[in-house]
């Protein structure tokens, strides 16, 4: 009979590189394989700041103890990719002991990801808004406005809600974040609002002297006097 190779939505082994809350901290190697988990036990032991499951997806301690070759078999793809396939055809497929899908390391690193790029981004659009309501350095306009103050500080909470609620961001398929790693995502925002706080030096400096100058032709036509350090051109111009 021919055989078809199917991809399995979930996999049957993670290995993972983890830091344990901390991205700055030296990785560690983590090796999960699957079987057959009740929900609560997942929920019970499952660290949802580190993304640690303790011992359940341990090797030893489930129907891998014996090595991939009591469940698996070499195999080839259509395209003469070499793969693992489950012995007992399809119903070993379906039924064979993988993770649960999202929740195993690799998955759970990605909801860390999407949750730091999340936060960056909130706070991005948040810190710039302040930043661009005004030409001046923005410290001086802290509390200048009393509606978006109001509207920040609902933003800061909302952030708080979307990633350290468990109902709210597992909806969302976010994680929460440990301190060092939520600063780090705040610090990138940072960033964005110094860089743009930068350019805003340069535009005063080229705006007041382009001020400058034009109240000095002001002046100049007002009193018919030659405007201090005006230009052959601009009087010219102005005589045109």
């Known amino acids: 009979a021919e055989r078809r190779f199917i991809d399995a939505l979930a996999p049957f082994h ?26 609560f036990e997942l929920v019970t032991t499952l660290d949802p700041w580190t993304g ?3 011992t359940i997806f341990k090797r030893e301690s489930g129907p891998w103890s014996d090595g991939e070759l009591t469940l698996l078999e070499p195999c080839v793809d259509g395209k ?8 007992g055809g399809e119903e070993a497929a379906v039924d064979g002991p993988r993770l649960p899908q999202g929740r195993n390391c690799a998955a759970y690193g990605a909801q ?15 810190l710039t808004l302040l930043s661009f309501r005004t030409d001046g350095m923005l410290f001086y306009h802290l509390t200048t406005n009393p509606v978006y103050g109001g509207f920040f500080v609902f933003n800061l909470i909302c ?20 301190p060092i790693r939520f600063l780090t995502s705040v610090a990138f925002a940072l960033v964005l609002v110094t ?20 109240s000095a032709l002001a002046l100049h036509k007002a009193t018919g006097l030659a405007p201090p350090g005006s230009s052959d051109k601009m009087l010219a111009d102005d005589k045109a």
């Open 195 to 214: 860089l743009n706080e930068c350019v805003k030096i340069a535009y005063r400096l080229k705006t007041n002297a382009m001020n400058a100058e034009l």
């Open 159 to 178: 952030l708080g809600v979307f990633i350290y609620s468990p109902t709210v961001s597992g909806v969302l398929g976010l994680a929460p974040l440990t």
């Open 14 to 39: 993670c290995r993972c590189q983890v830091r344990g809350g901390n991205p700055f901290a030296s990785p560690q190697q983590v090796d999960q394989w699957g079987r057959s988990v009740m929900p």
């Open 80 to 87: 003469g990719v070499e793969r693992w396939c489950w012995k």
């Open 112 to 126: 860390v990801g999407q949750s730091m790029s999340y936060v960056t981004i909130h706070m991005g659009e948040l």
């Open 52 to 54: 640690d499951t303790g």
